[in-house]
Nanobody
Framework: QVQLVESGGGLVQPGGSLRLSCAAS????????MAWYRQVPGKERELVAL???????NFADSVKGRFTISRDNAKNTVYLQMNSLEPEDTAVYYC???????????????WGQGTQVTVSP
């Protein structure tokens, strides 16, 4: 059993900043890829940022230069620092972690509950 808890969403003005966090708990042998997605009504869920176990990162073109992703392996936690926020960043943000539960099992994907980010004057 693995559970993910997200925090850090809220209302912010254009140009402002927010920092999201997502912590995993439960039966965890190792955490591989960590990622953040977002979704708005009428659109498919979009990959925002990804970080591998070795620390390599990838970002959606729309957030490059504004967002950063990081991880704390000791705490099984992933962060998303969002700067220079724009109205089009408004969405529900979800964390996704690929977790190996035991040393003999394969990996499964787990999702956070989602946190609302609203960018408005």
């Amino acid at each position: 059993q693995v559970q993910l808890v997200e925090s850090g969403g809220g209302l912010v003005q254009p140009g402002g900043s927010l920092r999201l966090s997502c912590a995993a708990s439960g039966s965890i042998f190792s955490v591989n890829t960590m990622a953040w997605y977002r979704q708005v009504p009428g659109k498919e869920r979009e990959l925002v940022a990804l970080i591998t176990k070795s620390g390599n990162t990838n970002f959606a073109d729309s957030v490059k230069g504004r967002f950063t992703i990081s991880r704390d392996n000791a705490k099984n936690t992933v962060y998303l620092q969002m700067n220079s926020l724009e109205p089009e960043d408004t969405a529900v943000y979800y964390c996704n972690l690929r977790v190996q539960v035991t040393r003999t099992s394969g990996s499964n994907d787990y999702w956070g509950q989602g946190t609302q980010v609203t960018v408005s004057p």
